[in-house]
């Protein structure tokens, strides 16, 4: 069963700081690996899915990385802003379409 | 697109009656999810569909939850009778079956009393 794991499970940093939150999985035979932000009281937002095939994905100041044969994910941000606020999620799919999530990171940009 | 739609955004109910939760998925998409997120469990898949067919019901907590999909734009999680513990927060997510990404409904928020 395939159980998927992020630390820290909170994190707070300065407006500016750029910043790295990891994920790691315990089945290397993945699809994919998504990147979820879920506001407070809201859904889930993607921010960035990389295929098992790809090494990293980058959209803004996000870069999300995937080693798959260590069972790695990192999410970086960079230049981090009061804005980036949220809970961070990671989440992998395995063969049968299933989508197995991590507890999230909570991260808290302090201007 | 409009993304997946849920409703009701927020459901306050007393325990016992029967809650009904919907979700419309996103057009074209033919992989419905249904989540659900509690602080103590996090996100938990409960049921999936592949074209209207439930494929695995595994994480249905128990015979007082079902899940329909009756057709390609329209699915139902109902719970009855509904009980305090189920109070949580139900996602809706759809998809294109295979390795494509998900895409979150904005959720129905339950409260049972």
């Known amino acids: 069963k395939q159980e998927v794991t992020q630390i820290p499970a909170a994190l707070s940093v300065p407006e500016g700081e750029n910043l790295v939150l990891n994920c790691s999985f315990t089945?290397?035979?993945?699809?994919?690996l998504q990147w979820f932000r879920q506001d407070p009281g809201k859904g889930l937002t993607s921010l960035l899915l990389?295929?098992?095939?790809?090494r990293e994905q980058t959209s803004g100041r996000l870069n999300a990385s995937l080693d798959k044969s260590s069972g790695r994910s990192t999410l970086y941000i960079a230049a981090s802003q009061p804005g980036d606020s949220a809970t961070y999620l990671c989440?992998?799919?395995?063969?049968?379409?299933?989508?197995?999530f991590g507890g999230g990171t909570r991260l808290m940009v302090k201007p | 697109d409009a993304g997946v739609i849920q409703s009701p955004r927020h459901e306050v109910t007393e325990m016992g009656q029967e809650v009904t939760l919907r979700c419309k998925p996103i057009?074209?998409?033919?992989?419905l999810f249904w989540y659900r997120q509690t602080m103590m469990r996090g996100l938990e898949l409960l049921i999936y569909?592949?074209?209207?067919?439930?494929?695995?019901d595994s994480g249905m907590p128990e015979d007082r939850f079902s899940a329909k999909m009756p057709n390609a734009s329209f699915s139902t999680l109902k719970i009855q009778p509904s009980e305090p513990r189920d109070s949580a927060v139900y996602f809706c997510a759809s998809k294109v079956e295979g390795a494509s990404g998900y895409t979150f409904g904005s959720g129905t928020r339950l409260t049972v009393v």
């Open positions: 057009s074209g998409h033919n992989s």
């Open positions: 089945d290397s035979a993945i699809y994919n």
């Open positions: 989440a992998v799919q395995n063969a049968g379409n299933m989508l197995t």
């Open positions: 569909f592949n074209n209207n067919v439930p494929i695995d």
């Open positions: 990389i295929q098992s095939s790809q």
